[in-house]
């Protein structure tokens, strides 16, 4: 494997051999980026869906896998997997059998990212008597996760909502197993996402990463507003993943109270 040196030094000089050299060095640099992780990795902007779909809206019907099977909606597979392929706007690489398969699943064949924090477009798995159940987060407001849903033979679409913090988001005797990330999405507008005022007279530390000994980006004042798209916890305390003054960044959000 070339060094980076290497590949850099061999880019300088086809440099000097004009336009076609400077193009083939640039796709050569962009290869080499991405193989040691120095791509930049963009966000998606979210828009949360708290109605249900129209008819005629293909990603639920007539490019939809299940509908095509005969499994449509009302179904919980089949809204999911349309609502997947409404945000990313490709048809997803998820599961396409029961519910409780589709965390294994993926898990298994390394798909999408997956993990027990709630974020915006993630595919929330459980796993009960009836073969489980798939819904996704629409909106973290302050505390609280807002899920769309379709059930089996009931609603073709409803909304649920639960505590950001409780360990199994699901009904009485479901079996939480965990979320399905399909990206990285940020939300264009404030409403949609938990909005913290700061609550700290000598202001809060804006962190490039979630640690206590992470460099500071900058101080928040006291009193000033930020808005949090992700709640974690880490080194005993609850973490965000912020937006702040242009910036992104990490603070302690045990230091700020909801607007």
């Not at 005629?56 to 095509?68: A, I, L, Q, R």
């Not at 009836?130 to 629409?138: L, P, Q, T, W």
């Not at 199994?168 to 965990?178: I, R, Y």
Request: glycine fraction near 10%.
């Amino acid at each position: 494997m070339l060094s980076y040196k290497k590949v850099v030094i061999d880019i300088h000089s086809l440099i000097k051999k004009g336009t076609a050299a400077v193009l083939c060095a640039g796709v050569i640099l962009s290869a080499i980026c991405a193989s040691v992780g120095l791509t930049r990795r963009n966000d998606r902007v979210f828009e949360p869906r708290m109605t249900a779909p129209e008819y005629t809206n293909c990603y639920y019907y007539e490019e939809n896998v299940f509908y095509n099977s005969g499994f449509g909606m009302p179904n919980c597979t089949a809204y999911a997997w349309g609502r997947v392929y409404e945000m990313l706007k490709t048809k997803p690489r998820l599961s396409t059998g029961n519910a409780r398969d589709w965390y294994g699943y993926n898990k298994a064949n390394r798909i999408y990212p997956y993990g027990n924090t709630p974020k915006l477009g993630a595919v929330a798995c459980f796993d009960n008597e009836y073969g489980g159940h798939v819904a996704v987060v629409e909106e973290i407001d302050g505390d609280v996760i807002t899920f769309s849903n379709s059930a089996y033979n009931g609603e073709r679409f409803y909304l649920t909502y639960s505590d950001i913090y409780e360990k199994n988001p699901g009904q009485s005797g479901w079996e939480f197993q965990g979320y399905i990330y399909p990206s990285d999405f940020v939300s264009n507008n404030k409403r949609l996402g938990a909005l913290r005022r700061i609550s700290a007279a000598d202001g809060l530390n804006f962190r490039e990463y979630a640690g206590i000994n992470a460099d500071i980006i900058d101080v928040i004042p006291d009193g000033s507003d930020i808005y949090i798209t992700t709640f974690f916890k880490e080194n005993g305390y609850t973490w965000g993943k912020a937006y702040y003054d242009g910036n992104v960044g990490y603070c302690v959000i045990d230091y700020t109270s909801s607007v």
